[in-house]
Every structure is written in structure tokens, then in C-alpha cells.
């Protein structure tokens, strides 16, 4: 019997997946605001009441995807972290990183860093990746003010919110003026260790 249940959320966890990947295909060809159950049901194989036997809702479904988005992008802010040195050095390549997988990843980034679904609000457990993110960038902030790189103010509220500012305000404006670019040669996101060098100078130990 459990053996049975087991497999059973097994592949319930695989239709899920597979629900997400083509909600994500969708959303790549018509616009995040443009998906629509019915046209993710006809991809998967299934009529739409089965498909809300899996997902009950549009906006649940956009839930799945912001949780799903932040922690892959959560994953690859870690990443580029990996090796760095702590401050200054961790935080900026961890950045890059996140970036670049934006990039890579826009209609996903677009449900992130906008707003385009009216009515959408992320749950707390979509949003958790987001608020473990905000709290690597504010220990790498007081790391580098450990390290005499900043000074203490840095890593507070206000050094943090410009961090984020700087960051998704490059990526916003990127992916909705020139979203074909490379991430080194985009308009927007060529000049984001430009910003970055600013905002190390505006809090450097004087």
C-alpha cells in the first residue's frame, strides 16, 4: 500500500512538472499575461477539468511558477557565489550570476522582478526563495564590511534596497528594451558592474 501511494505522488509530481515546463512555453511565445489553462492542458494531453485536478487555478499555477522561478534563481545567485571571496567579491559575482539566468530565463524573470498579472500575488511560500536571497545579499553586504571593503551602513536597509534597486532595475529595463542581447553586451546589463563600482564608492571606508 505505501509502495503504491508512493509511486502514485510519484508521477503526480511529474505531471506537475511537465504542467510547468509547458506553462513556461507558453508563457515564452504569447507573454506571462497571456497563459491560459486551457492552451497548457492541450499540451500536456489532457481536457482542462483534469488539468485543475493538478493545478485548481490560473493564478495557482503562477504561484508554481514564481516558487519554482525564485528558487532557481536562488540557486544560481549561490552559485555564482561558489569559491568567491566573502564581501565585495562574493556578492558581485553572485549577482552576475542571477543575471545571467534571467536572462536565460525572461518570461520566468518577467514574473519575478514585475508585475504583469493583475490580481497575482505570490504566496509566503512562493516567496520564501526571494527572502532567503535578500537575506545572502544582506550577509554578504555585512561580510564586506567585515572585511573593511564598506562602510557599516552598507548593510543596512538603505545599501540593501539600493543593491536591489540596481540589480532588478537593470534586468527591467533590459529584458523589456532589448531582450535578445547577451548579458555582456546588452545595453543595460553591460553597465551593471559600472553600477555595481558605484555603489561600492558611495559606502567605501574613508
Known amino acids: 500500500m505505501t509502495h503504491s501511494r508512493t509511486r502514485g505522488e510519484r508521477r503526480r509530481h511529474q505531471t506537475i ?3 510547468l515546463d509547458h506553462a513556461v512555453a507558453v508563457m515564452d511565445e504569447v507573454g506571462v499575461a497571456g ?4 492552451e497548457v492542458a492541450r499540451r500536456v494531453g489532457m481536457r482542462p477539468p483534469s488539468l485543475y485536478k493538478y493545478v485548481p487555478s490560473r493564478l495557482a499555477l503562477f504561484d508554481l511558477l514564481f516558487r519554482d522561478g525564485q528558487q532557481a534563481n536562488l540557486e544560481a545567485f549561490r552559485a555564482g557565489a561558489e569559491g568567491a571571496p566573502p564581501g565585495l567579491n562574493a556578492l558581485a559575482k553572485a549577482l552576475q550570476a542571477s543575471g545571467r539566468w534571467a536572462l536565460a530565463n525572461q518570461s520566468l524573470a518577467k514574473l519575478l522582478f514585475s508585475r504583469p498579472v493583475p490580481g497575482f500575488e505570490p504566496s509566503a511560500e512562493a516567496f520564501a526563495p526571494s527572502l532567503e536571497m ?10 564586506a564590511v567585515a572585511r573593511g571593503e564598506l562602510r557599516p551602513e552598507a548593510a543596512g536597509p538603505d545599501g540593501l534596497t539600493i543593491v536591489s534597486i540596481l540589480t532588478t ?3 527591467s ?3 523589456s528594451n532589448e531582450p535578445d542581447a547577451a548579458f555582456d553586451d546588452g545595453r543595460y546589463t553591460r553597465l551593471a558592474p559600472r553600477l555595481f563600482d558605484m555603489f561600492t564608492k558611495y559606502y567605501e571606508v574613508t
Open 17 to 19: 512538472q511537465e504542467i
Open 173 to 175: 529595463q533590459q529584458l
Open 134 to 143: 535578500v537575506a545572502d545579499v544582506q550577509q554578504m553586504l555585512r561580510d
Open 169 to 171: 532595475g537593470v534586468l
Open 35 to 38: 497563459l491560459s489553462m486551457s
